[in-house]
């Protein structure tokens, strides 16, 4: 079965400062999706950044940038220019591909960040 | 962009009742919508996944007939806590993932259940 793992349950920055969040999953597939959701204390789950397994290119979204080893099964998240309203849990998630399970998400355990001024 | 509500936003319930919790895709339709548990400080723990027009597909561990999962509508899920216990008390989150798409998933702002 796939698995998801954040290995820091906590991790604090500098508000303007950048931070990496860590992690890893175990699958057998080649093809699948990898997430990052960010989930604010108000709990609503919101989407951060997206990459498909067989894109090389990582990808990015304003700040946030992935760096994306498929061979050492790493996923990580790079967070520029920290801002006080980034203070949240973020869940690293995995989806197989269609033929596989159907779509189902599988989440780490979470990393909860602290931006502090 | 795609909005997924939840009814209620919080509820509180006798031992013994059931609680009826909706899920709404607004703007969308979605065939496949997912329903979450999660406890505080904690990951998304996915109890099942909730087809429109057959049986809902539980995760190994998560009663069936405890947890009834209607998805009645291409916009509308429903989950039922039946004979609700203070152990069933939780934060639970469903997701809609649009018809047209593979791979998003769109998630509701939540319910907690807390069960006296």
């Known amino acids: 079965a796939q698995t998801v793992t954040q290995s820091q349950p906590e991790m604090s920055v500098q508000e303007a400062e950048t931070v990496t969040l860590s992690c890893t999953y175990d699958?057998?597939?080649?093809?699948?999706?990898l997430f990052w959701y960010k989930q604010p204390p108000s709990r609503q789950m919101i989407l951060v950044i997206r990459q498909e397994a067989y894109k090389q290119q990582n990808a990015t979204e304003n700040r946030f940038s992935v760096n994306f080893q498929k061979a050492a099964k790493s996923f990580s998240l790079k967070i520029s220019d920290s801002q006080l309203g980034d203070t949240a849990m973020y869940f690293c998630?995995?989806?197989?591909?269609?033929?596989?399970?159907?779509?189902?998400?599988?989440f780490g355990q979470g990393t909860e960040l602290s931006v502090k001024p | 962009g795609a909005v997924v509500s939840q009814h209620p936003s919080r509820v509180i319930c006798k031992s013994g009742t059931s609680v009826k919790i909706e899920c709404r895709s607004l703007d969308f339709q979605a065939t496949t919508m997912f329903w979450y548990r999660q406890f505080p400080k904690k990951s998304l723990m996915l109890m099942a996944t909730s087809n429109e027009g057959s049986k809902a597909t539980y995760e190994q561990g998560v009663e069936k007939d405890k947890f009834l999962i209607n998805h009645a509508s291409l916009t509308l899920s429903t989950l039922t806590v039946t004979s609700a216990h203070p152990e069933d008390s939780s934060f639970y989150i469903c997701s809609a993932r649009p018809t047209d798409s593979y791979n998003e998933q769109f998630f509701g702002p939540g319910t907690r259940l807390t069960v006296l």
């Open positions: 699958t057998s597939e080649s093809n699948y999706y």
């Open positions: 998630a995995f989806m197989n591909p269609p033929y596989n399970q159907g779509g189902k998400l599988i």
